[in-house]
Nanobody, 125 residues
Framework: QVQLVESGGGSVQAGGSLKLSCVAS???????MGWFRHAPGKEREGVAH????????FFHDSVKGRFTISQDTAKKTLYLQMNSLKPEDTAMYSC???????????????????WGQGTQVTVSS
């Protein structure tokens, strides 16, 4: 059982930056770790994911060039650096883990067995 705890959300003006962190109770190889977001009235969508073996990354088209995902395996921590934030980035951001190849699952939240409680990101115009 992997436990995930997010932090780093908050309120920021458009164009600003935030960095989310997700600390895992265990951090091992062959997992897809990543971030989903869920805004009111919208479906949950995958934002950014990283395969813990090798570090391949995957991004939603809307965040490419603005968001960066990284990992510190020694600290068992996943990060999401969000720059040039837009009002449409406003959502609850959740960290998730799946024992699978990211290329197969990064758009499919139903394949992720482990979830954090979420952290709210609000971007004002």
């Amino acid at each position: 059982q992997v436990q995930l705890v997010e932090s780093g959300g908050g309120s920021v003006q458009a164009g600003g930056s935030l960095k989310l962190s997700c600390v895992a109770s265990e951090y091992t190889y062959d997992y897809c770790m990543g971030w989903f977001r869920h805004a009111p009235g919208k479906e949950r969508e995958g934002v950014a994911h990283i395969y813990t073996t090798g570090g391949a990354t995957f991004f939603h088209d809307s965040v490419k060039g603005r968001f960066t995902i990284s990992q510190d395996t020694a600290k068992k921590t996943l990060y999401l650096q969000m720059n040039s934030l837009k009002p449409e980035d406003t959502a609850m951001y959740s960290c998730a883990a799946a024992r699978a190849y990211c290329s197969d699952v990064y758009r499919r939240p139903e394949y992720f067995a482990y979830w954090g409680q979420g952290t709210q990101v609000t971007v004002s115009s």
